[in-house]
């Protein structure tokens, strides 16, 4: 068994979630006047080499009903697109997992598309099966589990 490696202090830094914020809300700028031309791949640490595709995920603040719209990366498994509630490895939940929680309808757009979609936190099965596609890096930092979550497609009858 490898050890894990030290969690950097950075990483619970309060001005991180700012940067995030910050960032993402350029980045959501970005790709919704390109159609993710510009913004649809992250290309920063390990996705230098080998960019990682990325949506543009709506969410309804829980408590404000406020729609909001975050930057992640993703992966799909069949008709699902798969993302995860990692927030850079913090020891906390990121806020648009705890809004997809309270109100899981919701719609994504990969390029030019948006799609309605329903998010639904995998199960233990489903996440041991999906987790080895998934960056190791998320998990190594935190000590909670980190959310993956599936965003099933909505069919004309949901």
Known sequence: MTATPPRPRQLDS??????????????????KRTGGRIGGKWRI?????????????????????????????YITDGADTIIV???????EHPQWYRNLFADP??????????HAVRAVTADAQQRARLWPRLVDAYQAWTE???PVILLHPHTAHD
């Open 144 to 146: 909670r589990e980190i």
């Open 14 to 31: 309060p001005v991180l979630p700012k940067i995030f914020k910050y960032m993402g809300k350029t980045q959501v700028w970005v790709y």
């Open 105 to 114: 309808d919701t719609h994504i757009q990969i390029g030019r598309e948006r």
């Open 85 to 91: 509630a990692s927030q850079g490895g913090r020891a």
């Open 45 to 73: 640490g390990a996705g230098f080499r080998k960019p990682v595709p990325t949506l543009l995920l709506e969410h309804r603040g829980r408590k404000s009903g406020t729609t909001y719209t975050t930057p992640l990366l």
